[in-house]
């Protein structure tokens, strides 16, 4: 459970992002910095966390009131093999060693929600944690692996652990929201597999965003989900998109190569934790992702 060292919003003196580019970090620098938040990335052009001398060259970057925040990872898309695990590990490990060297003021690390058990009916924060593939195990080391640094150190760290995230800019193309809009827009098609009956949460960009910026500014300590919304169907997605996309965008069915799988969550975690947060629905988050994406490739 996530808990607030500050109960009253405090702005960080600074942040420091680890990972210049991807989805996430763009629109969370943009919106800190909005709010008068000085931010600063690094990206492996300035500091390769696989390289041997990471841990201490990232070290002298922090100061003692540094917010630190670590989205940084090698997706699925870069690879699912032991070499790929073993690269994101050696980043949390130079991470970790740089916290130890130079403690930061918080800790906050953005997970994923494969870590859970799949096999749980509803899943909350306390729910086992028993990853299916090696991507949900790094998240999983990871977790473990900074959270012990940071406590040695006495560094609150808050996880997030985000489902699904969609929006405009989105550099993975998962098959949900980002692939349906994407294909609604180009081939005019959306393609589902079976009748899309798999029940799946989704999270818009800019939510996801505000629960970071909201975890920072309590510099809160503990597990959260990055769950907003209730779960819809991967058919009800489709419908949504071609509702905003244009009533000429056709659905297409294809035979369905897996049994149907359901994965739903408790909400209850989020709306104790940041009572004033407003998620978005997907019958808005779609249409702004489709105006978002106006004009570009």
Do not use: W
Not at 40 to 58: F, T, V
Not at 205 to 234: E, M, P, Q, W
Not at 252 to 271: F, G, K, W
């Amino acid at each position: 459970m996530l808990v607030h060292r500050n109960e009253i919003p405090v702005k960080p003196v600074r942040v420091l992002i680890l990972g210049a580019g991807g989805f996430l970090t763009p629109k969370l620098r943009s919106a800190l910095e909005q709010d008068g938040i000085p931010t600063k990335c690094i990206g492996s052009k300035e500091i390769d966390l696989m390289s041997e001398d990471a841990g201490s060259r990232l070290a002298r970057e922090f100061k003692s009131n540094d917010s630190l925040v670590m989205p940084a990872a090698l997706t699925p898309d870069k690879g699912r093999d032991v070499a790929t695990l073993m690269k994101n590990l050696r980043m949390a490990e130079a991470v970790c060693s740089a916290v130890a060297q130079s403690a930061p003021a918080h800790f906050l690390y953005v997970s994923s929600d494969p870590v859970y058990d799949g096999r749980s009916s509803v899943i909350n924060e306390d729910s086992s944690c028993e990853p299916t593939d090696l991507y949900a195990l790094m998240h999983i080391a990871r977790e473990k692996m900074l959270g012990q640094c940071c406590r040695t150190a006495g560094v609150p760290i808050a996880i997030v652990r985000p489902c699904a995230i969609y929006g405009a800019g989105d550099t993975h193309n998962s098959y949900g929201p980002n692939r349906f809009v994407r294909t609604a827009l180009k081939d005019r098609k959306i393609t589902l597999f079976g009748g899309g009956e798999e029940q799946r949460h989704h999270i818009y960009i800019h939510d996801l965003v505000n629960i970071l910026k909201l975890s920072l500014v309590h510099r809160s300590d503990g597990v959260l989900n990055g769950i907003t919304t209730k779960a819809a169907s991967f058919r009800e997605v489709a419908e949504a998109v071609k509702k905003a996309a244009g009533p000429d965008v056709v659905l297409e069915m294809l035979p369905r190569s897996s049994p149907i799988t359901h994965r739903l969550y408790d909400l209850t975690h989020l709306a104790k934790t940041f009572p004033r947060f407003t998620p978005t629905p997907l019958e808005t988050g779609i249409p702004e992702m489709i105006s978002g994406m106006a004009g570009q490739p």
